[in-house]
C-alpha cells in the first residue's frame, strides 16, 4: 500500500485511490485554534480515507510521496519525494511575470478560462456547507465589494482563505462558483473582485517562485539582509505601547487564529510605522497563529505593506484614527476585542 504524507495541504489528494492508500496527516500547528481547525478536517477526511492516521511528526523513510504544503517544508523537511503540486489557478505562467501587480492582473485575466475543467470538489461537510451558505443562501459575491473590508462578522468577505491555504479547497472550484455564480446573478464589479482577490493571491505565489529569498530579507527586493529575526512572547506584546487598535487586533489573532484583511493592514502598518519594528517579525507572529497562514501572501503582504515588496509606491502608512473612523465608527471591535468596555 502506498504511503502519502500530507502535512498542511490536501489539495489533490483525491488524485489517489484512498482505499489503497495510506495518508499520514502530519498538520503544523501552534495553537489550540490551529489544531481545532485540523481535528476539523482529519474527522471529515477519515470518512473518506479509511487508511488515514493523524502522525505529530515526520520519519523522513516512511513515506513514498509527500504533499507540497510551503516553500519552507518543501525544502527543509519532505526531500526529493515531494508531489509538487500547488492549490493554484495556473499550473504553471503562460506569461512572463511583471513586476508589480497590475500587469499581471491585465495579463492573468486574458487567460483564466469561463470554467476550469476539472476542479477538484470539496469532500467536506463543512466546506460545502459553506459554500452553499455564501453562494446560494445569502448571495453574498452581491455585497462582498461593500462588506469586504468589514472587521467583524461572518458575511463580510468569504472566509474561504482556511481552506484554500491547506489545500481543502481547490481554487479552481472556488473560481468556477464564482463563475457560475455570475452567470445565473450577472456579472458585477463585486463577484469580479473575488476573482481579483483570488489573483493577489496567484501573484505573490509566482512571485516568489522568481524572488524567494527577498521574501525573508529585511529589505526584501530592495537587497538581501538576512539578519535574525526577532520573536516576542505574549507577554511582550501585551506590554508594548501602541494604539489600542492592536491590542485588539492582537486579542482576535491569538483567540481565533484570523484577522479579516482590513484588520491585518492596520495592524502590519502600526508594527512597521509605529512601533517601528521588523516587518519579518510581525509575519513570523502571523505564521505562528494564522490558521489560513500561506508562506507567499502572508509574506508577500508583509513586505509590501513595508514598502520594500512589489507596491510601487512604497511604504503604506494607515492612519489609525482615520481606519477606525471608517471601519468600526462605534467601536464595536474595540469591545468585541477586549480594549472598550
Ligand atoms: C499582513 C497581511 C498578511 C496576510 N497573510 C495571509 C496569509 O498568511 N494567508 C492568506 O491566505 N492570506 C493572507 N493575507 C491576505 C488576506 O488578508 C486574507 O487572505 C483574507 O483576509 C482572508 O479572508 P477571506 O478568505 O475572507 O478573504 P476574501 O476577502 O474573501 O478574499 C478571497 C480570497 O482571496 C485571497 N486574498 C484576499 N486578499 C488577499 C491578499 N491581500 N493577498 C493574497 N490573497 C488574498 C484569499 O485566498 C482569500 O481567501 C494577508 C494580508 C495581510 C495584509
Known amino acids: 500500500m502506498k504511503r502519502i504524507i500530507a502535512q498542511n495541504n490536501f489539495f489533490h489528494l483525491t488524485q489517489f485511490d484512498l482505499n489503497q492508500t495510506e495518508v499520514l496527516f502530519a498538520p503544523k500547528y501552534n495553537s489550540i485554534h490551529q489544531k ?23 520519519d523522513e523513510n516512511d513515506f513514498d ?7 519552507i517544508d518543501e525544502k527543509k523537511t519532505l526531500g526529493k519525494k515531494l508531489n509538487p503540486i500547488q492549490n493554484r ?4 505562467l503562460p506569461f512572463k511575470l511583471p513586476e508589480s501587480f497590475t500587469p499581471f492582473r491585465q495579463l492573468a485575466e486574458t487567460q483564466l478560462p469561463s470554467l ?8 467536506d461537510e463543512e466546506i460545502k456547507k459553506e459554500l452553499h451558505y455564501y453562494f446560494v443562501e445569502k448571495k453574498l459575491p452581491l455585497t462582498y465589494l461593500e462588506t469586504r473590508n468589514e472587521m467583524l462578522g461572518r458575511d463580510g468577505s468569504t472566509k474561504f482563505s482556511s481552506f484554500l491555504s491547506t489545500g481543502f479547497l481547490d ?12 452567470s445565473i446573478h450577472g456579472t458585477t464589479k463585486s463577484s469580479g473582485w473575488i476573482i ?4 493577489w493571491r496567484e501573484f505573490f505565489y509566482w512571485h516568489y517562485q522568481e524572488n524567494s529569498r527577498s521574501y525573508f530579507s529585511r529589505f526584501g527586493l ?10 516576542y512572547s505574549l507577554s511582550e506584546l501585551n506590554k508594548m505601547k501602541a494604539d489600542p487598535f492592536f491590542h485588539a487586533g492582537l486579542n482576535e489573532l491569538i483567540a481565533t487564529g484570523y484577522l479579516s484583511n482590513r484588520a491585518r493592514q492596520i495592524f502590519a502598518s502600526i508594527w512597521i510605522n509605529d512601533l517601528e519594528l521588523d516587518w519579518r517579525s510581525g509575519a513570523k507572529l502571523f505564521e505562528e497563529h494564522l490558521i489560513d497562514y500561506d508562506v507567499y ?17 512604497g511604504k503604506r502608512y494607515f492612519n489609525v484614527k482615520k481606519q477606525l473612523e471608517l471601519y468600526d465608527p462605534k467601536g464595536e471591535y474595540l469591545k468585541t476585542w477586549g480594549i472598550l468596555s
Not at 45 to 52: D, M, T, V
Not at 174 to 179: G, H, I, T
Not at 196 to 199: A, D, R, T, V
Open 36 to 58: 481545532d481547525f485540523f481535528v476539523r478536517r482529519f474527522n471529515a477526511l477519515s470518512k473518506i480515507a479509511p487508511h488515514l492516521k493523524w502522525v505529530e511528526s515526520i
Open 65 to 71: 510521496i509527500a504533499l507540497a504544503w510551503d516553500a
Open 89 to 92: 489557478l495556473f499550473s504553471s
Open 116 to 123: 476550469f475543467h476539472p476542479a477538484t470538489p470539496p469532500w
Open 171 to 182: 481554487v479552481r472550484y472556488l473560481y468556477n462558483e464564482v463563475r457560475q455564480f455570475e
Open 196 to 199: 481579483f482577490e483570488l489573483l
Open 222 to 231: 530592495k537587497s538581501l539582509d538576512f539578519s535574525q529575526v526577532t520573536q
Open 297 to 313: 501572501s502572508n509574506y508577500g503582504n508583509w513586505m509590501y505593506l513595508a514598502g520594500v515588496g512589489v507596491d510601487p509606491r
